[in-house]
């Protein structure tokens, strides 16, 4: 046999040895290796049975590299999957592939245990954060945070605390939630607040919002209402009236409810009462100067200090049948009224108009006065409708 020939006969046995091993290898299997040389463009990997396979740049890692030694060294041990055999003697590996499909998995079962994982910012876009949890992932604008983040640059490069929205690998797509662990925490603080307030206790807090029914005070991080009616001790008609956006206002706190986080305050009770001031300040029997507010089918309403309005029920307003408040008096009317009736728990006072003046001599009326001592402006009895009326019979 020449030379030539023996040559010849080596190469194919070389060539049919390398077939015979690269035919086990198929599209879709996980190899391991070493890298055995690092190119421009690629990466030689030598696998643990002596098989080359070939790792394109590309295929390297999902994070963007200029150089393929950004991404490999000599002798590193890596793993991959085969994603093409080229006519049985080149294996065409890809790093990424694994490593996704790893990173994937691993995603599915943190999601699925409510993990919180580690996502790093590699770039800033109009509509959120894109972020490498071993894959690329997003945060959504409207995810961030749970206040409005005008610029988003400031996370450029941070490592953020994340919860996992959404994954779909067949899409190579992972949304990312960092509003839900601010929510969390804030969620926490709230009950920590809740925990430490007492119904009673008196406490500072900022007007942060106002509707037509009060005002929301936050107080310590956590908003209470304050009803229109705990505004003020005077009449309140509307709440930017009582109080402002942004003031710093002392409150009461009324009743605190930790399960559905609520707290309702009330500004007036944080204050010196004008009613229990007029208390202790006056008598039955005390004449007072007032001003008429309001007029209601069973009487009249008079303010008779800064705060304190008390009821001329209909049948003290003259010694004379008065069929309506309207017809003797008008609002606004300042008038001289003389107390009749204190009641301190409901901080109410009767007044009456007729007792300070002089009775007709002909008048055979009923010598009792009416005391305001509950609701009337919310229920007429008989005895309002028919009182005046039966007098007259003179039984």
């Known amino acids: 046999m020449t030379n030539e020939e023996h040559l010849e006969e080596n190469l ?28 421009e463009k690629f990466v030689e990997v030598t696998l643990e049975d002596g098989v080359i396979g070939i790792v ?15 991404a490999a060294t000599l002798d590193q041990d890596v793993t991959a999957k085969v994603i093409k055999v080229e006519d049985n003697t080149t294996l065409i590996l890809s790093i990424r592939q694994y490593d996704n499909e790893a990173a ?32 690329r992932g997003f945060i959504p604008a409207s995810l961030i945070s749970t ?50 307030l007492q119904v009673g206790d008196i406490v500072k807090g900022e007007v942060v919002r106002t509707t037509n029914f009060g005002a929301f005070i936050n107080v310590n991080g956590v908003d209470g209402l304050a009803h229109i009616s705990e505004l003020s001790y005077e009449r309140v008609e509307n709440v930017e009236d009582a109080v402002t956006i942004g003031e710093t206002v002392d409150v009461k706190v009324l009743n605190v409810d930790p399960e559905s986080e609520r707290i309702s305050l009330s500004v007036k009770q944080a204050g010196e ?64 009224v003389k107390i009749i009736g204190f009641d301190p728990d409901k901080e109410k006072t009767s007044l009456s108009i007729k007792a300070l003046t002089e009775k007709p001599k002909n008048d055979n009326k009923n010598k009792n006065t009416t005391v305001y001592t509950d609701s009337d402006e919310e229920s007429l009895t008989l005895g309002d409708i028919l009182g005046d009326k039966l007098k007259k019979l003179d039984l």
């Open 147 to 196: 206040e409005y983040v005008e610029n988003l640059s400031q996370f450029d490069g941070q490592t953020l605390e994340v919860k996992i929205e959404d994954v779909d690998e067949e899409n190579n797509r992972v949304i990312l939630n960092r509003r839900k662990l601010e929510e969390k925490s804030q969620h926490e603080e709230r009950l920590k607040v809740l925990e430490d």
């Open 12 to 39: 194919e046995v070389n060539v049919t040895s390398e077939e015979t091993q690269n035919e086990k290898y198929s599209e879709g299997d996980t190899v391991s290796g070493k890298v055995s040389k690092i190119e």
């Open 104 to 135: 994937y998995k691993a995603l599915e079962s943190q999601k699925d245990n409510d993990e919180t994982i580690s996502a790093t910012v590699i770039e800033v876009v109009p509509a959120g954060l894109v972020v490498d949890v071993g894959v």
């Open 273 to 336: 009462s004008p009613f229990q001031k007029f208390f202790n300040e006056h008598q039955v029997g005390d004449s007072v100067k007032g001003t008429v507010k309001r007029l209601v089918d069973f009487g009249a309403f008079v303010e008779v200090a800064a705060g304190v309005e008390g009821l001329v029920h209909v049948s003290e307003i003259s010694h004379d049948h008065v069929g309506h408040p309207e017809d003797e008096l008008k609002p606004e009317q300042e008038i001289d």
């Open 56 to 70: 394109p740049i590309s295929q390297l890692t999902s994070k963007r590299i200029e150089t393929t030694d950004e």
